[in-house]
């Protein structure tokens, strides 16, 4: 079984991810790794729906904004596939594209993505990605990811939110090819 044939309730993933607690070990990271990060900050409800989950506030420095996501089971030990969500579709109606997914929203303000797995003794891995660079590789690899992954739906009220998940190494690949070359 492929991790993605299970459909999934959109909304029992948006509370499940809403209860996850960041870490501690995860907040003290991005500290240490944002030069001049000065504190961490929740978003307003409305900062929240544009893709921030929290705040990084530096000394004299625009914030960071980061967006969590957050899954319920570690892929490596569940299907032996060490694979990130990308989402392709946030709303699908019919069969019909209504709105982007968060990976290829332009409209997002997200700064960062903070993937996390669960880990051992209740501890979570993470993977943090440039958000424009993730983005710009879904957008450019996203034919060739629904090829090799296939697209995989998740039910919500009335619509349907369509995602892919390839695995990690690729996605860093495709970010390495868009990062450098010569112009």
């Not at 705040?55 to 596939?81: A, N, Q």
């Amino acid at each position: 079984m492929s991790p993605q044939s299970v459909t999934h309730d959109f909304v029992e993933r948006l509370n499940y991810s809403h209860g996850v607690e960041i870490e501690a070990g995860i907040r003290r990271y991005l500290m240490g790794m944002i030069p001049g990060a000065a504190e961490l900050v929740e978003p307003t409800t409305a900062q929240d729906k544009s893709g921030v989950d929290l705040w990084v506030r530096r000394y004299g420095l625009p914030p960071i904004g980061v967006d969590f996501k957050h899954r319920s089971f570690c892929p490596i030990e569940k299907y032996g596939t060490d694979d990130a969500c990308v989402e392709i579709c946030s709303v699908m109606i019919n069969g019909r594209h209504v709105k982007d997914g968060w990976t290829i929203d332009t409209k997002k303000r997200t700064d960062l993505v903070v993937y996390t797995w669960p880990s051992c003794e209740g501890r979570r891995r993470f993977w943090v990605l440039w958000f424009p660079l993730l983005q710009a590789a879904a957008i450019a690899n996203r034919e060739s990811w629904v090829k090799r992954y296939r697209s995989f739906p998740a039910r919500n009220d009335g619509y349907q939110t369509i995602s892919i998940y390839p695995e990690r190494q690729e996605i860093a690949a495709a970010m390495h090819s868009l990062s450098s070359g010569v112009a």
